[in-house]
């Protein structure tokens, strides 16, 4: 009998509690607020030229979690960001938009764009200008330093810094974008398969083209290589890339144009881009950047 009242009183304690928990009503506002920030005319030409049209996110503002955890860096300077985000959209989206369509654009091009004030340096001294991590987001680096390329270069030797440092970034790594979602033909790899050199490229000496690479960065991996290529060959003109095939001598430009035929066949059979029109539109367009033609600083809606 006392086994049976000990039961019985375990059990209304139970229920006791059940009904207790069960009454206790949760706030529904959250503990945990994100700081508000109140957007500046800059904001608001982000939105209208990247945000709304193609749902990307131009992110200048310094963010600790987007940025990379294993080197230091520095926030994008603002009047720096905005003529950044300027070229970003003349000669990469507009670009695209005029060759592709944009529709191509809306889909593929990536959905993020973190800018970061300094240079990314590894260990061994090389510069990294830009990333691309899973399909979606291209950080770019060097931000702070765009500025004075405008005050210390002009024609065509600011073209080549603006290439060189900041365009050729973007256009390489969303070569890499369109690469994972659509791969290559595993016989690029195999034309100088036994040459690549992996993070010892940068040792390597002056004779890259000679051995079959557009760069020197090129002679890292195979997927680097493809997009050396691409942006190299549409971020210059045809004068410039047949100097280029000359310094490689016969048997370098011999490898250089069998890979870069397999870059010409990708881009149009799985994307219906040509080439050679691509290269066209963004030259035009730096042309246009290069002789002042751009507003870099409007902030007009």
Known sequence: MKKKNILIAFVAAV????????????SPDSVISAPSVEKNAFDLWLDYNFLKPYNI???YRYDLNESDMYRMTIPADYDASIIYAHLVQYLCVDTYNEVAGVDFTKAYFPKMFFLI???EYDNNGNIILGTAEGG???MLSGVNLLPGKFTSYSGSALKEQLSTYYIKTIHHEFTHILNQIKGYSESFKEITASTYLADSWSDSDSKYRQRGYITAYSQKEDREDFAELLSEYITHDEAWWQKELTKAGDEGKSLILAKFAIVRDYMSASWGIDVDELRDVVNRRFD?????RVDLTDLSI
Not at 15 to 26: G, R
Not at 288 to 292: A, P, Q
């Open 117 to 119: 004030g300094e240079w």
């Open 57 to 59: 996110d131009f992110h």
């Open 15 to 26: 229920s006791l509690v059940t009904v207790s928990c069960t009454e206790k009503k949760l």
């Open 288 to 292: 246009d950047v290069v002789d002042g």
């Open 136 to 138: 979606k987001k291209i």
